[in-house]
RNA sequence: GCCCAGGUGGUGGAAUUGGUAGACACGAAGGACUUAAAAUCCUUUGAUGGUAAAACAUCGUGCGAGUUCGAUUCUCGCCCUGGGCACCA
């Protein structure tokens, strides 16, 4: 027998596969069942493969082996995700074009792909950064342009005053440029943006089908943060000392426009008024509670009412500090609220009329909502906080209500329900850190002292009085209240009538011990204890009770759930739920507000100024520009997705360029724009993309009017070729999409696309979640309504993998010099080695410390396959193949739910069994090659030959298991008394339940244990255990 | 801070989804083979107590409570680690 050498036998059966690729590669259209796997594209970076890439393609290629033995048609195709900053940077830094450097990368990469030995189409790879596939990526953009999908907006970017370039977020390094130290700041810039959120509720609806992890589509659902509430308008006006004058210097445009939900109209201008102001609230019940209003610093409303501003110096400094500030940074809780207030000018609550004071702060953030919101300090966390710092009113509108609907303390309908002003104390104990709790024997309470208010008493005087009276200590050093009053409805068995109780809490401090004996009839019902501190919460079984403890405990904080509506006019006693509805009412018949949806989806900024993306393929005209203007074209408010014309004169315009004005798509013909060779790949001084530099090809002509016209030099962003690149696959370009009509022929590949898509399972990353898995679900779904995707939702399943970390925990970086690539397992152990302890290592979807002590036992393991698979040929034995039909199974399923640390462990297992036994049957050895086949695809396909089987393995079958080779088998069961083991005995599986009693209680060491006891109930779980309670 | 995960021996992890905790593997210790090393093979290996050795007993799945005959698994509270937070891919 020879050595086991992978060098030698990878090398054979990869160039074996490679020259058979037609008999395994998908074909369009074959009788097989489909069946489309994907792993996200590997961006081609100059280091080559990592460990993450092995993970998740090794996953892929186990399961596409196994499904293409169990006779599917499947596609595993490969491309590169290759434009992108690493690439630019590294131009930038070597002074190499982007596009040599990208091909190099991808020679490298492919090279260590094939060294890999994975199954993979690549008659059918794509290159996002080729000009072939970047057309379509160009088309797609203008399909969603034409439809009104994309406009342009003034979005904040960062950057840096030194450099004078835009920095991506990475590059910002606590608030510092990457590269110089220099503080950043927020700049706005123009940018080109594409209104994902159009699509929120259909890309909120399509989860629901879909085979995705739960916590997959619990961060898409959140990510998108659909929230009902209402939009609500303020009016606006001025103090005393101020007068607004009608419209003065007020303008309203698209550039003043912030990315969000802000919108009432689809199509991207905001209706901007200077005399009110807006805000959404997903609590309109706690209008009256609304005691300030606070502005992000971006908001509209500053730059309009400047004349109005009388402390403008302050405001303007305060939004300067802002700029520097990430979203992040700001609304960090836990930090200092930051704020000043507006003056000159006030708010009016719509449903009081109540005069209240506007602060602009940057907790509030302009992306979310209007950018503004209603301060409601007693109902809102961070309004809480903020109120607290500036002193501003608190004021509870909404009452924490507890109601009992069980036991027998639950409401009782044929009772009478009394109404009852009551306080409730916490009485402090004047040395030690304890509270005087009542204990109500009868009932089973346990409470703080309580008691009802009298005639003429503030709640303060019945809270002193009942204090003495309940617990007879006469001496009260301090007594506070705690804001928050709560509603509590139950039955009040002591009183024999139901009990509707307004309560409010008082910490009381006693002064000393001085104590007289409470008089009876204070204290009939139950008696009084001193209580740790430490016990109380554990003690206290009273909801508004415990509230209040907490509130004591913890520091008093907003209440931010639904209760029973107080302080609100007609609306008091409602219920929450009720009280959203019937104010939003209220407001919408007063023209002051209206119901509304808002999401915390913010529409995508699709520009980048950077010289590695697609070249957006449109151009700037002054004369359509006017054209447009001068029309006054009304734009349709419609939320259809169509690809509507507007005739001005002898042109037609598209619904995008008629939204914004001077803008104008390339026609078909003239794609794909291919990105110019510039000399330099740095940004210019004004942040503009280096292609800005190039006049002779940014200055060109109108395709609609052939006027004098200027390119957009902005580029998309990394997200764009990958959105789509999943239909690419489908769609086969590389055999034959050479040069036919680009509109056209998406639509006459429709067949191809129905074939294969929706993607069966696609891998990938936990952390591309939110952006590239909603990103590219968003353009599917776009393509789906105009008729070119097939399938509403791209991928069927997702399957996620963790990311492996360095072996000191933290994450694999060049910087710090911690990390492992693939190919120096592979040189070392050979690729079957590194794919099937990549894939042993842990759960898939886990994140990983890398750990490379572990190989040794892969390794071990095959080295002892390598020598039972040549074992003489010998008669099956019964026992070992029961065991082996049990192992079809496990491994079956467990690959199959992407679960393949235990398929290997399980192997191993049985190999281990093989290595006792002299001589080994030729079924058994089929079964188990074929089973460890697509972890280690050239080991077996080589022992496979060595046994001289049938054709090669990689076109066998997937073994089936056979129920009448599982002999019967013995368990073994567990014996327990009171749930503690204390014997174990074997019996044939399946035993009746009274025979394995007697035969458990038969067995001497629980006859001695039990002796003397009798058996309260007995416990089976069958093939499992036996548990008597005694 | 917010959203989503995870926490089990010296290490990576397993546990039929509420039923023998620690499968499989690494490492370590001892032994065999060898002039020696590597490779290979055999034995032991959660902790503590106990025994000449066993038997056996107690504890043990981040911490604290709860539900249950029984909790790594379910519930609540807390601590820690990781992923994402919109211009990295």
């Known amino acids: 027998m020879e050595k086991y050498d992978p060098a030698r036998i990878e090398q054979k059966w990869q160039q074996i596969w490679d020259e058979n690729a037609d008999k395994w590669r998908a074909k369009d259209f074959s009788d097989k069942p489909k069946f489309y796997t994907l792993f996200e594209f590997p961006y081609p970076s100059g280091d080559g493969l990592h460990m993450g890439h092995l993970r998740g393609q090794t996953a892929v290629d186990v399961f596409a082996r196994k499904k293409r033995l169990e006779g599917y048609n499947v596609m595993t195709p490969i491309g590169w995700d290759s434009f992108g900053l690493p690439t630019e940077n590294y131009a930038i830094k070597y002074k190499i074009q982007p596009s040599v450097a990208t091909k190099e990368n991808i020679a490298k990469i492919t090279k260590q792909e094939k060294m890999l030995g994975y199954f993979l189409d690549w008659d059918r790879e794509i290159d996002t950064s080729d000009p072939k ?42 608030g510092r440029c990457e590269r110089c130290g220099a503080l950043v700041i927020k700049k706005k810039v ?107 610093p971006e908001h509209n409303v500053i730059s309009n009412l400047r004349p109005q501003i009388s402390n403008l110096h302050e405001v303007d400094s305060y939004i ?132 009802g208010i009298d005639d003429g008493e503030t709640a303060e005087e019945a809270a002193k009085r009942e204090v003495i009276e309940e617990t007879g200590y006469q001496n009260i050093e301090s007594i506070e209240k705690i804001s928050i009053v709560t509603h509590n409805n139950f039955f009040a068995r002591h009183r024999d009538e139901n009990r509707y109780s307004i309560s ?73 739920e009720d009280a959203i509805k019937n104010i939003t009412d209220k407001l919408t018949e007063d023209g002051s507000g209206e119901s509304s949806v808002s999401y915390k989806l913010r529409d995508w900024v699709f520009s980048r100024q950077h010289y590695w993306g697609e070249p957006m393929p449109i151009v700037f005209c002054q004369n359509c520009k006017k054209l447009i203007e001068n029309s006054k ?80 030099t902005d580029t998309m962003p990394n997200w764009a070729g990958s959105s789509w690149y999943f239909l690419a696959y489908a769609l086969n370009q590389n055999s034959d999409l050479k040069s036919q009509n680009i509109g056209n022929t998406f639509k006459e590949k429709q067949k191809e696309l129905a074939y294969w898509m929706p993607v069966d399972v696609y891998e990938g990353g936990m952390e591309h979640t939110t952006l590239h898995l909603l990103y590219s679900r968003f353009w599917n779904e776009f393509l789906y309504d105009i008729g070119v995707a097939p399938v509403k939702e791209p991928y069927e399943k997702r399957v996620p993998h963790g990311i492996i970390l360095a072996s000191d925990g933290r994450k694999m970086s060049k910087s710090i010099g911690n990390v492992v690539r693939p190919d120096e397992i592979v040189s070392k152990y050979g690729a079957d080695t590194a794919r099937t302890y990549v894939m042993f290592m842990g759960p898939h979807d886990q994140t990983l410390a890398w750990d490379d002590k572990g190989i040794s036992g892969v390794w071990r393991f095959f080295k002892k396959v390598w020598e039972n698979m040549q074992k003489a040929e010998g008669s099956a ?64 396909e080589e022992l496979w030959e060595i046994n001289k089987f049938d054709d090669n393995i990689y076109l066998s079958n997937w073994p089936k298991p056979d129920k009448s080779k599982i002999k019967d088998e013995k368990v073994n069961i567990v014996i327990q008394i009171n749930s503690k083991n204390r014997d174990i005995i074997e019996v044939e599986s399946g035993l009746a339940d009274d025979k394995l009693t007697e035969q458990a209680k038969s067995r001497p060491k629980i006859k001695a244990i039990l002796d003397g006891k009798s058996i309260s109930k007995t416990i089976i779980v069958k093939n499992r255990l036996i548990n008597f309670v005694t």
């Open 504 to 576: 409010e809490c008082f910490i009381v401090t006693l002064a000393d011990g001085s104590h007289h004996e409470p008089e009876i009839e204070h204290t009939k019902n139950h008696t009084g204890v001193w209580k740790d501190r430490r016990e109380i919460k554990s003690y206290l079984n009273q909801p508004s009770n415990k509230y209040y403890w907490d509130q004591y405990e913890n520091g008093e904080t907003a209440f931010d759930g639904h209760g029973i509506i107080i302080n609100s006019g007609e609306f008091n006693g409602q219920k929450s």
């Open 190 to 296: 123009s940018q080109w943006m594409l209104r994902i959120t159009k699509y929120a509720d259909k890309l909120l609806d399509g989860l629901k089908d879909l085979d995705f992890p739960e916590r997959v589509k619990t961060q898409q659902i959140n990510w998108i943060g659909r929230s009902k509430g209402a939009k609500i308008r303020f009016d606006i006006i001025p103090t005393a000392t101020s007068v607004i004058p009608a419209k003065a210097g007020i303008q309203t445009s698209d550039s003043d426009w912030i990315p969000g939900q802000a919108r009432d109209d689809n199509n991207g201008r905001r209706i901007t008024d200077n005399k009110f102001l807006e805000v959404f609230t997903t609590r309109p019940d706690t209008l009256f509670g609304a005691t300030f209003m606070v502005v992000s």
């Open 320 to 451: 300067d500090q802002a700029k520097c500030k990430s979203d992040l940074e700001r609304t960090e809780l836990n930090k200092d609220k930051t704020g000043i207030e507006i003056k000159g000018i006030k708010a009016v609550n719509p449903i009081n009329g109540e005069e209240i004071p506007i602060f602009i702060a940057d907790y509030v953030l302009s992306t979310y909502g209007t950018g503004a919101i209603m301060g409601v300090p007693a109902h809102d966390e961070r309004d809480w906080e903020f109120a607290k710092k500036y002193d501003l009113e608190i004021k509870q509108v909404v009452a924490p209500f507890y109601t009992t609907t069980a036991g027998e303390d639950a409401i009782r309908p044929d009772k009478e329900t009394v109404e009852r002003k009551m306080i409730c104390a916490i009485v402090k104990h004047w040395k030690e850190d304890k509270i005087y709790c009542l204990n109500w024997e009868k009932f089973g309470w346990h409470s703080f002292v309580l008691g």
């Open 633 to 712: 074209l009304e734009i349709p408010n419609s939320n259809k997705i169509q690809n509507q014309k507007f005739k001005i004169q002898s042109h037609n315009f598209t619904l995008g360029e008629i939204q914004n004005p001077g803008w104008i798509a390339l026609n078909d013909d003239n794609l794909p724009l291919v990105l110019p060779k510039v000399k330099h790949y740095e940004p210019t001084d004004d942040g503009k993309s280096p292609l800005s530099k190039m006049t002779d090809w940014v200055d060109t002509t109108c395709p609609k009017c052939g006027g004098p016209a200027m390119r957009e």
């Open 877 to 940: 034995d019964p026992k070992i193949e029961s065991i082996l039909q049990h192992l079809i199974v496990d491994v079956s399923s467990d690959i199959e739910q992407f679960q393949l640390n235990t398929p290997v462990a399980k192997l191993m297992e049985f190999n281990n069994i093989l290595l006792k036994q002299k001589t080994v049957s030729n079924e058994t050895k089929s079964v188990f090659l074929r089973l460890l086949y697509p972890f280690a695809p050239h080991l077996c």
């Open 133 to 174: 596939y970047y057309r379509w990526t160009q088309w797609i953009f203008l399909q969603l342009f034409k439809h009104g999908l994309a406009y342009k907006a003034d979005i904040p970017i960062n950057w840096c005053p030194k450099d004078k370039i835009g920095l991506a977020n990475e590059e910002v390094i606590d």
